[in-house]
């Protein structure tokens, strides 16, 4: 309340006297409002707290359940992945969700880490598809979009447009030229069906091209003036100006191939190439406790760059929020 | 503006001098159309090119021939049998409406978060990092939970029982009662989830809890970007909360909501990740998407089908978003930027 008070005094110093009239009208509504607004505040915490413990629980859950050892999983959760058992082990009859193991035990990652090297290989899979699109996108989409906020005229304009039209388009629509085109290459059942279309996704152009449409014009005209290359504008202009534009965009693309169900299923017929994201679901039912690590180690590449970029995503994003 | 003004007033002294060419070139020497930034733009229009635009306009051609080797014209013919194929129609029906319900109910959520952490709560930041977190975390991930809560004998239906015996329902009930409605109690009892037509909330709560932190960002930097000397003098002329809320924020906002609906809707159409990596290649009858339609064609490569369907949503995918971008330019005219 204090924060919301203090400065209100000061205010009134700055409004010229016509207007000080209905400054005291305004403050009894306040100071009358103060309890209901605390109320109201103090539901809005609860609400705030609601929510946030509805969000973090699933992360919560599967992080402290990777912590059980497998007989405390199948004695738990045996029900859902039935024939998790031959009958040696007890399975309770119902499902029982917990917070905390009985037992912590590191037993489930030191399986997948060194004993199983299945896993590890879909981690890579994962991994080999997603780091050259993340790559490959980004530098191609940094000279594309330096392009397009450099160049004018109406030609730009209409190859800009059809970039955000392909760049709306779900999968379902484009996964059918990405095959035709793949299937000509001869690239089909080969990672590069997967990396070539994302490498080549508008969306990073996109973004990217509205933060640098952000930087003043009179910046490059001077530098040009000053007879600055092309090059010397990109590295000292535009890039340290998009930074934080350009470390949300690398998350969001990130994340985004991370979770990739669709491509791999269509453009990958080769089970042994798909990554970690399709490969979880179809869990061998022996193995529901290991399933819990996987989980937690395919969460942690995400995560880690979510936690060490949180503030520069969100810039990014905010800044992103309108179409045009 | 200022590189073609300077040149003119060169000119006009040093017409005639032999140094005349040089000026030229200066003239251009601010024109940001250098060769160099035309060609930047080379490897991704290309890239663009080749792998989405040129191949679009094989299957529109694609769907309107009989097939790919003999290449009859056949004008609609494709089309209809896509819609008297009952997948397709069941299809597009589920994966529709699946988006009704999940992008409005996106849009109105995360402006309500966004609200409650646009006021003056402790702790900003931590529930932003909260709110945020999942879009963070692979589905995949957490589909195991997932299921554990939402199996047939799981958390929710424990919930749910235990809910059912306490007096909280006969109090509802009484509520209900005295309102003049008509108490249902099987709407109380377990579910299973996953297997029933249930699953479609679960698949919608699944997406709100993806994707609403997103969301929760893009409209808190609208609610920013609204002037605050506005919404006060309006609040000094006396206007009523609603009367700001519709004539300040939602014309600020109105960008921001097409922008979110869009983005939902493309992420909506997303959701076939969390369906099939909760219920695997065969989902309930009405969980079945037409991404599944999709992969269940590619596996017997039937180009007609597969070109026609893709054509089908391009063109539903522009009208609406033709229709959202006609709107907001009705609704948010006359904001000034």
């Given at each position: ?5 203090d ?14 009239a ?30 946030a413990?509805?969000?973090l ?13 497998q ?6 959760y ?35 880490l ?29 000279g ?29 629509v ?5 095959y ?17 279309p ?7 152009v ?26 010397t ?9 998009v ?19 669709e ?25 529901t ?12 590449p995400?995560?880690?760059l979510f936690l ?7 810039e990014?994003?905010a ?6 | ?9 060169t ?7 032999p ?24 490897p991704?229009?290309v ?9 679009s306009f ?34 597009a ?43 963070m ?7 195991l939970?997932?299921?554990?809560m ?10 749910l029982?235990?809910?059912?015996g ?10 209900i ?15 299973d989830?996953?297997?029933s ?12 809890w ?13 609610l ?8 006060e ?5 006396g ?12 014309r ?33 009858e ?5 991404q ?11 180009y ?20 959202l971008?006609t ?11």
């Open positions: 309340m204090n924060d919301t008070f400065p209100k005094p000061a205010q009134t110093a700055d409004i010229p006297p016509q207007n000080a209905p400054m005291p009208v305004r403050r009894r509504r306040k100071r009358k409002g103060t309890l209901s607004q605390r109320i109201n505040l103090m539901l809005m915490t609860l609400f705030a707290a609601a929510a413990f509805a969000f629980m699933p992360t919560v859950l599967t992080i402290t359940n990777s912590f059980m050892s007989s405390e999983i199948s004695a738990n045996g029900v859902i992945f039935s024939a998790a058992t031959d009958g040696k082990t007890f399975i309770s009859k119902d499902v029982n969700l917990k917070f905390i193991p009985d037992i912590v035990s590191a037993s489930q990652y030191i399986t997948v060194f004993k199983s090297p299945d896993y590890l290989l879909k981690f890579w899979n994962a991994m080999i598809l997603t780091v050259p699109i993340v790559v490959f996108q980004i530098v191609v989409a940094l594309a979009s330096y392009s397009f906020a450099r160049l004018t005229g109406r030609l730009k304009e209409i190859v800009f447009f059809i970039y955000i039209i392909v760049m709306l388009m779900p999968y379902q484009t996964l059918v030229p990405n035709l085109v793949s299937d000509k290459l001869g690239l089909l059942n080969t990672r590069l069906a997967v990396i070539l994302g490498v080549f996704s508008p969306f990073a996109y973004l990217l091209t509205k933060a640098m449409r952000r930087i003043p014009k009179v910046y490059y005209e001077a530098a040009m003036l000053d007879g600055a290359g092309e090059f504008i990109f590295t000292t202009i535009s890039l340290p100006m930074r934080s534009s350009l470390f949300s965009v690398v998350i969001l693309i990130f994340i985004d191939y991370w979770n990739m169900v491509q791999p299923l269509i453009l990958l017929a080769d089970e042994t190439l798909h990554p970690l994201s399709v490969f979880l679901s179809k869990i061998n039912t022996q193995e406790g290991l399933a819990f690590a996987v989980a937690v180690i395919y969460m942690m995400s995560l880690l060490y970029g949180e503030d520069a995503l969100v990014g994003i800044s992103s929020a309108t179409l045009k | 503006m200022n590189g073609k003004r300077k040149p003119d007033k000119e006009k002294v040093v017409r005639s001098s140094s005349a060419k040089k000026n030229r070139h200066k003239k251009d020497v601010t024109d940001p159309n250098t060769p160099m930034a035309r060609f930047l733009l080379l991704s229009l890239g663009v090119l080749v792998f989405y635009v040129v191949p094989i299957v529109a051609y694609y769907s309107i021939v009989d097939n790919p080797i003999s290449k009859k014209f056949v004008g609609i013919e494709n089309f209809k049998t896509l819609f008297s194929a009952w997948a397709f129609t069941q299809a029906k589920n994966t529709l409406l699946l988006s009704f319900t999940a992008v409005p109910a996106a849009v109105i959520l995360s402006l309500i978060l966004a609200n409650v952490l646009n006021s003056k709560i402790p702790g900003k930041s931590m529930f932003r990092t909260f709110f945020l977190s999942p879009m975390v692979p589905v995949a991930s957490v589909v939970i997932w299921q554990v939402f199996h047939h004998t799981g958390s929710v239906n424990a919930l029982t235990w809910f059912q306490t007096h909280l329902v006969g109090f509802i009930d009484h509520v009662l005295s309102l003049g409605g008509t108490v249902n109690h099987t709407d109380w009892s377990a579910v989830w996953l297997k037509d249930k699953a479609m909330v679960v698949v919608v709560l699944l997406f709100q993806k994707n609403m932190g997103y969301n929760m960002i893009l409209f808190l930097a609208a920013n970007s609204i002037p605050k000397d506005l919404v003098v309006a609040e000094l002329e206007a009523s909360p609603m009367w700001r809320m519709i004539h300040i924020k939602f600020y906002l109105s960008p921001t909501f097409l922008f979110v609906t869009i983005m939902s809707l493309i992420n909506s159409f997303k959701l076939f990740r969390e369906v099939y990596l909760l219920t695997g290649d065969y989902p309930h009405k969980l079945y998407l037409l599944h339609f999709m992969n269940n064609t590619f596996r017997t490569l039937d007609q089908k597969l070109s026609s369907a893709a054509i089908v949503m391009a063109a539903f995918m522009v009208v609406i978003i033709g229709v971008f709107v907001e330019s009705i609704f948010g005219k006359d904001v000034e930027e």
